[in-house]
């Protein structure tokens, strides 16, 4: 399953949410490749964590 996550804040703002998003990943990726510039693929640990991430991420 596929989940993109789209970033809207700037260079400077992004760059501050970095250990925020690490911290979050590392405790759910079982690793992660960047398949181009600005994408990194996650890949989980299992399919119960990546329906907690589909969760986390869902707007509001």
């Known amino acids: 399953?596929?989940?993109p996550i789209a970033c809207a804040l700037d260079p400077g703002e992004a760059r501050a949410q970095l250990g925020?998003?690490?911290?979050?990943?590392?405790g759910a990726a079982h690793g992660w490749e960047r398949v181009g510039p600005g994408r990194?693929?996650?890949?989980?640990?299992?399919?119960?964590?990546?329906?907690?991430?589909?969760?986390?991420l869902e707007p509001g």
Request: hydrophobic letters at 55%; zero cysteines.
């Open 1 to 3: 399953m596929e989940i």
């Open 20 to 26: 925020e998003w690490r911290s979050l990943l590392a």
């Open 40 to 56: 990194l693929e996650v890949v989980p640990e299992s399919a119960p964590v990546l329906d907690e991430f589909a969760t986390l």
